[in-house]
């Protein structure tokens, strides 16, 4: 039975209430072995291998902290313009849930390693936002579970569910925001940029590879809305584990109409987590959302407390790489780009993309317009990120030197381009296997253009009579009959002195 849930019009939202965020975003590092343990911390594989007593939590096994992990979360706080903890430590959060091998998370809880930090993020229109950092702490993510023959993927109407803790022990920072208030209108906005900002730092520092798609960046978003005038926070809702930077925005969206619509009928919100379907931007009930108090935290007695010293914290912040809008900024100077052209370049996600493109030969202009045009519309037909596309900068460079010396036309490129993509290799092992040189030799290319001149002598006679653009339709024909893979330009000057125009 499907229960149709009430919505407000979204400007009617906004004119009535004051929507109040809060972003906790969880990162798995790109470490080689687990947060306490020695095993591998690596995406996939077959379920239940990369485990060991430590991280399934069997009695007697201790754990021993990850010390890149502590490395990675410092230099995550530098980022974030945080204070570093002179001393903080390891706390148990107590819940069950069958996905936590151990009934607790290691994590931590009021010591975590950094706090009270910024982030400040641009939005599309070019105004800059600061969201300020409450918190990012240390902790293990958990396994994964897999709920078998309900028509969701869910745990309600499943027959069964397996267990994968693979996952379980990997390394997370959870980077917490303080409320985000004042956002009116641009509330959603503001929650996909600084997801967004926050991702491009993070790859940029090479401390994960932030793909949502996998999990290893995940971010919770808790909504909740006060009456215009009001001072007094309302209820909120957590959407858990959103995935994908749309999703992120289309969320915190849905959830403030679906309050909205709640409390103007005179009801109110159930503090609860909520789940985002992907397939029609609606979140569903979970489960009732626990208090600090309802996890018993208490400080984990097999770890020691973190003192990391303060020249050990100098040493990491040396190694903060540029960050990602300064690099922006550099990139728009030295390629003369427009607030509006970089925008296009920022927003389609291709920036770092065009400039690697550029550092393996491309010219900029190239490189832009394949990875803005092209490529960007393959992203989006294959429903992808861009950077998702399995095509590497240094290919789509080679495919730009193929253009630039005249093996390829843009059309045959563009069938290059499409054979990387489907994965028969690189540009030139897709060349050789699609044979799409360009047709250079002036024999096959005069055989041709005799043809067709023979096939339509009323065009030939216009262009011997002085009408040289009637030789467009030539070289058309000869095109079709190379199968695009003719020099246009040669094929014209052929033709003119074929008929002898030229």
Same mark, same amino acid.
Request: aromatic share 6%; hydrophobic share 40%; proline share 4%.
């Given at each position: 039975?499907?229960?149709?849930?009430?919505? =407000?019009?979204?400007?009617?939202?906004?004119?009535?209430?004051?929507?109040?965020?809060?972003?906790?975003?969880?990162?798995?590092?790109?470490?080689?072995?687990?947060?306490? #343990?020695?095993?591998?911390?690596?995406?996939?594989?077959?379920?239940?291998?990369?485990? #060991?007593?430590? #991280?399934?939590?069997?009695?007697?096994?201790?754990?021993?902290?990850?010390?890149?992990?502590?490395?990675?979360?410092?230099?995550?706080?530098?980022?974030?313009?945080?204070?570093?903890?002179?001393? #903080?430590?390891?706390?148990?959060?107590?819940?069950?849930?069958?996905?936590?091998?151990?009934?607790?998370?290691?994590?931590?809880?009021?010591?975590?390693?950094?706090?009270?930090?910024?982030?400040?993020?641009?939005?599309?229109?070019?105004?800059?936002?600061?969201?300020?950092?409450?918190?990012?702490? =240390?902790?293990?993510?958990?396994?994964?579970?897999?709920?078998?023959?309900?028509?969701?993927?869910?745990?309600?109407?499943?027959?069964?569910?397996?267990?994968?803790?693979?996952?379980?022990?990997?390394?997370?920072?959870?980077?917490?925001?303080?409320?985000?208030?004042?956002?009116? /209108?641009? $509330?959603?906005?503001?929650?996909?940029?600084?997801?967004? /900002?926050?991702?491009?730092?993070?790859?940029?520092?090479?401390?994960?590879?932030?793909? =949502?798609?996998?999990?290893?960046?995940?971010?919770? %978003?808790?909504?909740?809305?006060?009456?215009?005038?009001?001072?007094?926070?309302?209820?909120?809702?957590?959407?858990?584990?959103?995935?994908?930077? *749309?999703?992120?925005?289309?969320?915190?969206?849905?959830?403030?109409?679906?309050?909205? /619509?709640?409390?103007?009928?005179?009801?109110?919100?159930?503090?609860?987590?909520?789940?985002?379907?992907?397939?029609?931007?609606?979140?569903?009930?979970?489960? /009732?959302?626990?208090?600090?108090?309802?996890?018993?935290?208490?400080?984990?007695?097999?770890?020691?407390?973190?003192?990391?010293?303060?020249?050990?914290?100098?040493?990491?912040?040396?190694?903060?790489? +540029?960050?990602?809008?300064?690099?922006?900024?550099?990139?728009?100077?030295?390629?003369?780009?427009?607030?509006?052209?970089? *925008?296009?370049?920022?927003?389609?996600?291709?920036?770092?993309? !065009?400039?690697?493109?550029?550092?393996?030969?491309?010219?900029?202009?190239?490189?832009?317009?394949?990875?803005?045009?092209?490529?960007?519309?393959?992203?989006?037909?294959?429903?992808?990120?861009?950077?998702?596309?399995?095509?590497?900068?240094?290919?789509?460079?080679?495919?730009?030197?193929?253009?630039?010396?005249?093996?390829?036309?843009?059309?045959?490129?563009?069938?290059?381009?499409?054979?990387?993509?489907?994965?028969?290799?690189?540009?030139?092992?897709?060349?050789?296997?699609?044979?799409?040189?360009?047709?250079?030799?002036?024999?096959?290319?005069?055989?041709?253009?005799? +043809? $067709?001149? $023979?096939?339509?002598?009323?065009?030939?006679?216009?262009?011997?009579?002085?009408?040289?653009?009637?030789?467009?339709?030539?070289?058309? $024909? !000869? =095109?079709?009959?190379?199968?695009?893979?003719?020099?246009? %330009?040669?094929?014209?000057?052929?033709?003119?002195?074929?008929?002898?125009?030229?």
């Amino acid at each position: 039975m499907t229960t149709t849930v009430e919505l =407000m019009d979204y400007d009617e939202v906004v004119e009535r209430y004051d929507p109040v965020l809060g972003l906790e975003v969880h990162v798995e590092l790109s470490t080689k072995t687990k947060m306490f #343990c020695g095993c591998a911390n690596a995406f996939g594989g077959d379920p239940n291998t990369n485990v #060991c007593p430590v #991280c399934l939590g069997l009695p007697g096994a201790l754990p021993v902290v990850n010390g890149t992990a502590v490395e990675s979360a410092i230099r995550i706080g530098l980022a974030l313009n945080c204070e570093i903890a002179e001393w #903080c430590r390891f706390a148990r959060k107590n819940y069950f849930y069958p996905d936590m091998p151990k009934n607790f998370q290691t994590s931590q809880y009021d010591e975590p390693i950094a706090f009270d930090g910024y982030l400040d993020v641009v939005l599309d229109d070019g105004e800059t936002v600061r969201v300020e950092i409450e918190r990012a702490h =240390m902790e293990e993510d958990t396994g994964k579970s897999l709920h078998v023959g309900g028509a969701t993927g869910r745990i309600h109407g499943a027959e069964h569910s397996l267990l994968d803790y693979n996952r379980a022990g990997v390394p997370l920072i959870e980077i917490v925001t303080k409320p985000l208030v004042g956002m009116g /209108a641009r $509330a959603p906005e503001v929650a996909r940029a600084y997801v967004t /900002a926050l991702r491009d730092l993070l790859r940029a520092m090479d401390v994960s590879d932030v793909r =949502m798609d996998q999990g290893s960046l995940r971010c919770d %978003a808790n909504v909740s809305l006060m009456p215009k005038g009001a001072t007094e926070f309302g209820t909120r809702t957590e959407t858990k584990n959103v995935n994908s930077l *749309r999703s992120v925005e289309r969320a915190v969206r849905y959830e403030m109409t679906r309050h909205a /619509a709640i409390l103007a009928d005179g009801g109110s919100i159930k503090q609860e987590t909520r789940h985002f379907q992907e397939a029609d931007g609606t979140t569903a009930a979970g489960r /009732a959302k626990e208090t600090a108090e309802d996890y018993r935290y208490f400080p984990e007695p097999d770890l020691v407390p973190i003192a990391p010293s303060r020249e050990w914290v100098e040493q990491l912040r040396a190694t903060i790489p +540029e960050m990602p809008w300064e690099r922006r900024k550099r990139i728009q100077d030295d390629w003369n780009l427009t607030d509006e052209e970089l *925008r296009d370049l920022v927003n389609t996600g291709a920036i770092d993309l !065009v400039a690697a493109t550029v550092d393996a030969g491309a010219s900029q202009a190239d490189a832009r317009s394949w990875w803005v045009q092209y490529l960007n519309q393959q992203a989006s037909t294959r429903e992808v990120e861009l950077g998702d596309l399995a095509i590497t900068p240094a290919q789509v460079a080679r495919v730009i030197e193929l253009v630039g010396s005249g093996e390829l036309t843009n059309k045959l490129a563009r069938q290059v381009v499409d054979g990387v993509l489907d994965g028969e290799g690189d540009p030139d092992q897709v060349i050789e296997k699609r044979g799409l040189k360009v047709v250079s030799d002036d024999s096959a290319l005069l055989a041709a253009v005799d +043809e $067709a001149l $023979a096939a339509q002598p009323d065009v030939a006679d216009k262009i011997r009579g002085g009408k040289v653009q009637a030789a467009g339709a030539i070289v058309g $024909a !000869v =095109m079709k009959a190379t199968k695009g893979q003719a020099d246009a %330009a040669r094929v014209r000057e052929l033709i003119l002195e074929r008929v002898g125009a030229a």
